[in-house]
């Protein structure tokens, strides 16, 4: 990705000082969002990462992940399977249980959206201790499907999400388009 279409990107994303509380510096990406241009220039980066890593379909991390993954999937020309929060999917799923700052959450896929012969690229909007997105490997792998890679607009470097998902990536790549 060239240096111009970061910048963009990077312009596009505001800091809110103590949202969702005190001492959190929220990345809010409904700037670029607004912003066809950039919008578009993200779709076709991420996009370009699920062709380059060989994904056959992509997993969106509820709620801002399906807002990026959607319009990747349409332009990679492969299948798009959500991630939900748990108690949502209708159908049989698997569920995973995950540690988050403070407290524990829980994600779940439908069984049947994946499996043996998938290479997965999940793709999120922000990493930040890396809970949600280890969670959703783990989904993928007892599904029986590849996890091709985890593709992320902005990286939160500080919060050491990389080395969480380093052994649920398993040699996979875990690709940030632009790192703070
Ligand atoms: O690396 P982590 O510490 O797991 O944090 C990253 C996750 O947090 C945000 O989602 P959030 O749970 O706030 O939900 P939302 O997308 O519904 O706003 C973000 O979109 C990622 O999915
Ligand atoms: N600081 C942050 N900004 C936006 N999304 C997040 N998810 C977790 N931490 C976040």
């Known amino acids: 990705m ?3 279409v970061q910048e963009l990107l990077l312009s596009r994303i505001r800091d809110v000082h103590d949202h969702p509380k005190p001492g959190v510096m929220f ?19 991420l996009a370009g990462l699920c062709t380059e890593h060989g994904a056959t379909k992509v997993v969106g991390l509820e709620a801002r ?3 990026l993954a959607a319009p990747v999937a349409v ?16 159908g049989a799923t698997l569920s995973q249980a995950y540690e988050l700052e403070y407290g524990t959450a829980e994600v779940e896929i439908h069984a049947g959206d994946l499996g043996s012969g998938d290479r997965i690229m999940v793709i999120d909007d922000v990493l930040a201790t890396g809970g949600t997105a280890e969670a959703s490997l783990g989904l993928i792998r007892r599904a029986g499907a590849e996890v091709a890679g985890v593709a992320i607009l902005m990286e939160l470097g500080f919060l050491g999400g990389r080395a969480r998902l380093e052994r649920a990536l398993d ?3 875990l690709e940030a388009l632009l790192t703070v």
Do not use: E, Q, W, Y
């Open 27 to 45: 990345k809010d990406i409904t700037p670029l969002l607004a912003d066809p241009a950039a919008f578009t220039a993200l779709t076709d980066a």
């Open 75 to 90: 332009r990679a020309g492969l299948g798009f399977i959500p991630v939900r929060k748990a108690g949502k999917l209708p």
């Open 65 to 67: 992940g399906f807002i």
């Open 171 to 173: 040699g996979a790549p």
């Open 2 to 4: 060239s240096a111009n």
